[in-house]
């Protein structure tokens, strides 16, 4: 087939602010842990980054209760950084 490209030859390489990664494709927000509990469905190393839950330099309290939701679609939550 001459239709068919070559992965190679696609260059996915993205800038976001000052960070340089080599594809798009980012884990959703505290959904992929350490990377290691993944490996078995996904190789770590084929994505642009994982995207871990936010940190901040001092404690804070939290959202307050409910803070977990149960949709149609799954579940939602807000527990806030604490």
């Given at each position: 087939?001459e239709?068919v490209?070559?992965?190679?030859?696609?260059?996915l390489?993205v800038?976001?602010?000052?960070?340089?990664l080599?594809?798009?494709?980012?884990?959703?927000?505290?959904?992929f842990?350490?990377?290691?509990?993944?490996?078995?469905?996904?190789n770590?190393?084929?994505?642009?980054?994982?995207?871990a839950?936010g940190?901040s330099?001092?404690?804070?309290?939290?959202?307050p209760p409910p803070r977990?939701?149960?949709?149609a679609c799954?579940m939602l939550?807000?527990?806030?950084l604490?």
């Amino acid at each position: 087939m001459e239709n068919v490209i070559d992965q190679g030859d696609v260059d996915l390489r993205v800038r976001i602010g000052g960070l340089h990664l080599q594809n798009p494709v980012l884990t959703a927000s505290g959904t992929f842990g350490y990377g290691r509990e993944l490996t078995a469905f996904v190789n770590p190393a084929r994505l642009g980054g994982i995207v871990a839950k936010g940190i901040s330099l001092a404690p804070r309290p939290g959202n307050p209760p409910p803070r977990v939701v149960e949709t149609a679609c799954g579940m939602l939550n807000a527990i806030g950084l604490e």
